[in-house]
C-alpha cells in the first residue's frame, strides 16, 4: 500500500545539500559564533528557518523586510558606538570600543608605547577609538555587508547575537535560493522518471522527425510511427498523433530542450494534487524562463508546440526481456491567465506510477546546468542510477558499459560508430571535468570503464532517501544498505 503521506513528506524534504550551501556561504566564523550560544547546531537552526519560515511565494517579500530591518539595526549599533566611544561619556561600561581601549591601555603599561604602535598600526589611543569608530561607521554603511561581521558582535547579548544570525541566514539562504534554484527550495532537487531514464526516447541534437507511413489505432485516433532500432535486439517506436501532423510545419523529433521541459513540467508539481489526480498546473512563462535563454514569443510559441507534442507522442518498446508502451502527457489543456497562459498538464499514468512507487533518479539542479553538450543532461540521469546502484550494491564504484549501452540510452543521429563514441566520450569528459557522476572514464576499443564518484551521506538521504535496489532495476536483489 502506498502511504500518500510518506510521499508528501519526501517532497517537501529540505536538501542537506543545499543546507551545506548555506553553512559554507556563511563561513566558520557564523557557526563558531553561533555554537557558543550554545542552542543547537547551526544545521537544525538553518532547517528551522528553511522548512517554516520560507516558501516560494513569500521569498522575496520576507528577503525584503529582513534586509531593511538588518540595515537598520546596523545603524543602531553604529550609533551606540559612537556614544561609548566619547570618551567624555564613558563611565563604567567596559564593552565593544571601550573595552579594546582599555586592553590597549594595558598593553601599553606593560609593554611600551613601541608595541602598541606596532600592533594597532596607530600612535595614540584617540586615533584608535577614530579608527574603529571608521571601520564601523564603513560596514553600517556597507549594503552587502553582515550582521554577523560587526567587530565586536561578541559583546552583545546572546539574544542580539541570535537575532543577527537569524537575519544574515535568511539573507544568504534567499540569494542562494534565489541565484541558483529559481527562488524555489522544491527545484534544488530535480527528478527523471525510471521509464524515461531507461529508454532511448530523447534524440541527439536537433532533427525532424522521420515518420513511417505506418500507423497504428491509440484510443480511436490515429498514430504514425518513427522507427529506432539501433540493433537486432531493441526498437523504440515513436507513436506520433495525427492530429499534430502538418504538412506545413515540420515535426522536430523528440530532443534534449523536450527532455528538459519534461523535467521542468515535473518539478513544478503540488504534491499531493500529482500523487492523487496525476495533475500538474504551470504558466506558460514559468515554463519560458525555466528552459529558454530569452524570454520572448518565438520562444513563448516553441514551448507551447512542444508541450502539445509531448502530449501526443508515446513510445514502444520492444527487447528482448519486455514489450510496453508508455507516453509523457495524457492531457494538456491551455488556458489564459492574467496576462498569460496556464497549462493544467495530466501527467501519464506509467510515469505517474513511476513516481507513486519511488522509481525515479534524482540529481542537483544547479549541477546541471554548465555542460558544454546539450545532451550531456539527458545522459547523466541513467549514469547516476549506475552510481547509485554501485552504491547499493557496495562492490565498489568501477563498472564497464559497452556501445549497445549507450545507443539504448539516446538516439543517435549517426549510424556510424566512431561518431557515436566520439559523441558519448565529449558527454564524459563534461561530467568528469564538472565534477558530477563520474570521476574518471577509460575507453577500452567499444567499452568504457567508467569509475563514478563516490555517493556522499547528504547525497544517500536527499537523492535516494529510502530507495533501494528494486527502485532502479525490474530484478530483485538482496542488499544490506551502508551504515
Not at 536538501?15 to 553561533?34: A, S
Request: hydrophobic share 35%; charged share 30%; proline share 2%.
Amino acid at each position: 500500500m502506498i502511504d500518500l503521506e510518506v510521499i508528501v513528506l519526501r517532497e517537501e524534504h529540505v536538501p542537506q545539500y543545499f543546507i551545506n550551501q548555506v553553512v559554507d556561504e556563511l563561513g566558520l566564523q557564523c557557526e563558531e559564533l553561533y555554537d557558543k550560544l550554545k542552542d543547537g547546531n547551526i544545521r537544525d537552526f538553518l532547517h528551522d528557518i528553511i522548512s517554516t519560515e520560507l516558501t516560494p511565494a513569500n521569498l522575496h517579500d520576507v528577503r525584503r523586510v529582513t534586509f531593511k530591518e538588518l540595515q537598520k539595526t546596523k545603524k543602531r549599533w553604529l550609533k551606540s558606538l559612537q556614544e561609548l566611544s566619547s570618551i567624555s561619556k564613558v563611565k563604567n561600561k567596559r564593552v565593544e570600543v571601550i573595552k579594546e581601549l582599555d586592553l590597549a591601555k594595558e598593553l601599553i603599561e606593560m609593554y611600551g608605547m613601541e608595541q602598541f604602535k606596532k600592533i594597532y598600526e596607530v600612535n595614540t589611543l584617540e586615533e584608535l577609538n577614530a579608527k574603529r569608530v571608521e571601520e564601523i561607521t564603513n560596514w553600517a554603511n556597507d549594503k552587502t555587508s553582515r550582521l554577523i561581521d560587526f567587530r565586536y558582535i561578541k559583546d552583545k547579548t546572546p539574544l542580539q547575537i541570535k537575532k543577527a544570525i537569524k537575519s544574515d541566514t535568511i539573507i544568504t539562504i534567499a540569494d542562494i535560493l534565489i541565484k541558483n534554484f529559481d527562488g524555489n527550495i522544491n527545484k534544488i532537487i530535480i527528478d527523471q522518471p525510471l521509464l524515461y531514464t531507461d529508454h532511448a526516447a530523447v534524440n541527439q541534437g536537433w532533427s525532424r522527425m522521420k515518420l513511417t507511413d505506418k500507423s497504428v489505432l491509440i484510443d480511436n485516433k490515429l498514430h504514425y510511427i518513427s522507427e529506432y532500432q539501433p540493433d537486432e535486439n531493441y526498437s523504440l517506436l515513436t507513436l506520433v498523433n495525427q492530429e499534430i501532423i502538418n504538412e506545413d510545419q515540420i515535426l522536430r523529433a523528440i530532443d534534449e530542450t523536450d527532455s528538459k521541459l519534461f523535467r521542468a513540467v515535473l518539478s513544478m508539481r503540488d504534491p499531493k494534487l500529482f500523487f492523487e489526480d496525476r495533475k500538474i498546473y504551470v504558466t506558460i512563462g514559468d515554463l519560458v524562463r525555466r528552459t529558454q535563454s530569452s524570454d520572448n514569443k518565438s520562444n513563448y510559441l516553441s514551448v507551447k508546440r512542444r508541450l502539445t507534442k509531448l502530449a501526443n507522442v508515446k513510445f514502444n518498446v520492444i527487447n528482448d526481456n519486455e514489450t510496453l508502451v508508455f507516453g509523457i502527457f495524457d492531457r494538456l489543456h491551455i488556458t489564459e491567465f492574467g496576462d498569460g497562459e496556464m497549462a493544467e498538464i495530466t501527467i501519464a499514468e506509467d510515469i505517474h506510477q513511476n513516481y507513486m512507487m519511488g522509481q525515479v533518479i534524482r540529481a542537483y539542479s544547479d549541477k546541471l546546468i554548465h555542460f558544454e553538450n546539450r545532451m550531456s543532461e539527458h545522459l547523466i540521469f541513467p549514469l547516476q542510477k549506475e552510481r547509485f546502484l554501485c552504491y547499493l550494491r557496495q562492490k565498489g564504484y568501477t563498472a564497464e558499459f559497452d556501445y549497445t549501452y549507450f545507443i539504448h540510452k539516446i538516439q543517435f543521429k549517426s549510424k556510424r560508430k566512431d561518431i557515436n563514441m566520439a559523441f558519448i566520450e565529449e558527454c564524459l569528459n563534461d561530467f568528469v571535468n564538472h565534477g558530477v557522476t563520474v570521476e574518471s572514464y577509460v575507453r577500452k576499443k567499444d567499452v568504457f570503464q567508467i569509475t563514478f564518484l563516490p555517493v556522499k551521506p547528504y547525497e544517500a538521504e536527499d537523492l535516494l532517501g529510502n530507495q533501494q535496489i528494486n527502485h532502479f532495476t525490474n530484478n530483485p536483489e538482496q542488499l544490506t544498505l551502508p551504515i
